[in-house]
């Protein structure tokens, strides 16, 4: 926004955007009461879900002052983004089944993805004109929250199972979260003769939270495993990476009046990760 006149003259813009994602759901595979032979037999759930956001918003303000007008220029940015996967289920199971098998595979697994990216920007500038005051203000914000909430499980529960190969029963967890937020503001002003003010500040936050609860088991059952033995694994290798950035820029100028010129900035990265590995 822009604004030109002879006496005081004022100019505002503002920007924003949010967004706004939620994944649910889940992957599931099973066999219940069944009876199976057979030379190989793999039972797998795997969840490959993915969110990408981005929000941005940006503005800018220009206030001119002609003659003897004061200029003011202010400018606001914000964005937001509430990432959510929430309450998904990935399971692979036997239950109550009968099995005669070579090498058996009972396995569960998530790659679930947050990759979001949040960026406000606001720039002002006020010029006075002879003798008039130039000001200006600006200010933005970032913030983006991110949840992931699972569950992973492999289970092998109330079946007789019978393996002259390898008998395998893994569980594995690779949630990710990349967050990145971006704030930054910058407010210019000067006057010939009059006063100049400047004034800006920056913001930047991004709160990461990863709740993962990874099991594999098997639970009474009767099993007859060959040479290659029983795995039996749980892996939670959840990653959360952040990036929090916030700047802030000011400057006042005048000829013969006073010029005064604040600046503030601030970012913070909150990450959590937490839940159960179980086998």
Same mark, same amino acid.
């Given at each position: 926004?822009?604004? =030109?006149?002879?006496?005081?003259?004022?100019?505002?813009?503002?920007?924003?955007?949010? !967004?706004?994602?939620?994944?649910?759901?889940?992957?599931?595979?099973?066999?219940?009461?069944?009876?199976?032979? %057979?030379?190989?037999?793999?039972?797998? #759930?795997?969840?490959?879900?993915?969110?990408?956001?981005?929000?941005?918003?940006?503005?800018?303000?220009?206030?001119?002052?002609?003659?003897?007008?004061?200029?003011?220029?202010?400018?606001?940015?914000?964005?937001?983004?509430?990432?959510?996967? $929430?309450?998904?289920?990935?399971? #692979?199971?036997?239950?109550? #089944?009968?099995?005669?098998?070579?090498?058996?595979?009972?396995?569960?697994?998530?790659?679930?993805?947050?990759?979001?990216?949040?960026?406000?920007?606001?720039?002002?500038?006020?010029?006075?004109?002879?003798? &008039?005051?130039?000001?200006?203000?600006?200010?933005?914000? !970032?913030?983006?929250?991110? $949840?992931?909430?699972?569950?992973?499980?492999?289970?092998?529960?109330?079946?007789?199972?019978?393996?002259?190969? $390898?008998?395998?029963?893994?569980?594995?967890?690779?949630?990710?979260?990349?967050?990145?937020?971006?704030?930054?503001?910058?407010?210019?002003?000067?006057?010939?003769?009059?006063? &100049?003010?400047?004034?800006?500040?920056?913001?930047?936050?991004?709160?990461?939270?990863?709740?993962?609860?990874? =099991?594999?088991?098997?639970?009474?059952?009767?099993?007859?495993?060959? /040479? /290659?033995?029983?795995? *039996?694994?749980?892996?939670?290798?959840?990653?959360?990476?952040?990036?929090?950035? !916030?700047?802030?820029?000011?400057? !006042?100028?005048?000829?013969?009046?006073?010029?005064?010129?604040? %600046?503030?900035?601030?970012?913070?990265? *909150?990450?959590?990760? $937490?839940?159960?590995?179980?086998?």
């Amino acid at each position: 926004a822009g604004a =030109l006149g002879n006496g005081g003259t004022t100019a505002f813009a503002g920007a924003g955007a949010v !967004a706004f994602n939620t994944l649910r759901g889940g992957a599931e595979a099973g066999l219940k009461r069944t009876r199976v032979t %057979s030379g190989t037999l793999r039972v797998a #759930a795997t969840d490959i879900s993915k969110v990408r956001a981005d929000a941005g918003g940006v503005s800018l303000g220009i206030g001119i002052g002609v003659s003897r007008g004061s200029g003011t220029g202010l400018a606001l940015g914000a964005a937001i983004a509430f990432n959510k996967s $929430q309450d998904r289920v990935i399971r #692979a199971s036997l239950d109550n #089944a009968t099995v005669d098998t070579g090498d058996l595979v009972v396995e569960a697994t998530s790659s679930s993805t947050i990759d979001a990216l949040t960026l406000a920007g606001a720039g002002a500038l006020g010029k006075g004109g002879e003798g &008039g005051g130039g000001y200006a203000a600006s200010g933005a914000g !970032a913030y983006s929250r991110n $949840q992931i909430t699972d569950t992973i499980e492999a289970r092998i529960t109330g079946s007789d199972v019978r393996s002259t190969g $390898q008998l395998r029963v893994t569980a594995r967890d690779d949630a990710t979260i990349d967050s990145e937020t971006y704030g930054a503001a910058i407010s210019l002003a000067g006057s010939n003769s009059g006063n &100049g003010g400047a004034l800006s500040i920056g913001f930047s936050m991004s709160n990461n939270t990863i709740t993962s609860n990874v =099991l594999a088991d098997i639970v009474n059952s009767v099993v007859d495993a060959g /040479a /290659a033995g029983i795995t *039996l694994s749980s892996t939670n290798a959840a990653t959360i990476t952040a990036t929090a950035v !916030a700047a802030s820029v000011s400057a !006042a100028a005048s000829g013969t009046g006073k010029g005064v010129g604040l %600046s503030g900035g601030g970012a913070a990265a *909150l990450n959590d990760v $937490q839940g159960s590995t179980l086998a």
